[in-house]
Structures are given as C-alpha cells and as structure tokens.
C-alpha cells in the first residue's frame, strides 16, 4: 500500500477515534500532493486539516497544502451548519403540515462524529410515508425549495 494511503488511514483513524496527542508522523519522502489528491476524491480533505494541525510543525506539508486543507474544512464547516438549519427547518415544516418523516443517513450520523462537520453530506435525505406525498411535496415547496424531478423511490428538492 502507498504511504500517502496509509497515512491518510492513519489520519481518518486519529481524528475520528478522538485521540489526543500527536499523529504518528509521515514519512519524509510523503507525497502531500497525491494525499490531497485522494482526500478530495473521497470528500474528506477536512480530515487532513484536522490531522496537519495533530502534527508537530517540522512535519507539517508545505503552507499551500495546509492553506488548501484549511479551506476545505472552513467550506464544510459552512456547509454543515447551512445543511443542520435547512434538516431543522424541514422537520419543522413537516411536523407542522402532519407528516411522519425520519431524517436518515449523514443527517442523523454527522452527530456520531468528533465535530458534525467531519461527516460530509451532499445532499439530506428524508424517509417519509408514500400516503404523506402530497402534504411533504408542498410542505417542502413552502420553503423555496424547487422541485428537481420525481422518481419511482426519490424526489429531488433544490
């Protein structure tokens, strides 16, 4: 296995264990590029902040990669919060207009992580009663969503 991949397990495996203290260190010859590269592919470039600032600052990558895992974690963070009002807000209006709907995946296991922010989420599913359609689809359509399209298992919301 490639040390950035294995570093980068060591990363997700620090951070979400909530271990204090240091982060074994990199090897010196890391490549901190193809790291940032994998990170971004699987959504979790936040984790590698998190990891650089676990590091002691002679093993720390270069300040370009520490400004690029920075932004990316102020960007989920952002978003997160953004994603956290927009499941209330819905819960809100469904309860109000009287359907039964479950928030599921990432909405429900963000707070089974150190910091919410650590579970990226792209979109917020909702498990609702088929009976229920009509009053979720104008409950959600009350609150500025667009409707994206209806499929046979999702409705898409914008």
Not at 20 to 33: S, Y
Not at 122 to 136: F, R, V
Request: net charge negative; proline share 4%; aromatic share 6%.
């Amino acid at each position: 296995m490639k040390q950035e991949v294995q570093f980068l397990l060591n990363i997700i495996k620090h951070i979400l264990s909530n271990k204090n203290g240091d982060l074994p260190l990199p090897e010196a010859d890391l490549n901190w590029d193809y790291l940032t590269h994998l990170a971004k592919r699987h959504s979790i470039l936040n984790l590698v902040h998190y990891g650089i600032g676990c590091l002691p600052l002679g093993a720390k990558p270069s300040e370009d990669i520490c400004k690029l895992a920075e932004n990316a974690a102020m960007h989920e963070i952002v978003k997160c919060y953004n994603q956290i009002e927009a499941v209330e807000e819905l819960l809100q209006a469904c309860e109000k207009a009287g359907v039964s709907v479950l928030a599921v995946k990432g909405s429900c296991t963000k707070q089974h992580y150190p910091q919410p922010d650590m579970r990226s989420m792209g979109d917020i599913d909702l498990l609702y009663k088929w009976e229920e359609h009509g009053a979720m689809h104008k409950a959600v359509l009350g609150l500025g969503y667009e409707e994206g399209g209806e499929g046979r298992k999702h409705d898409h919301y914008f």
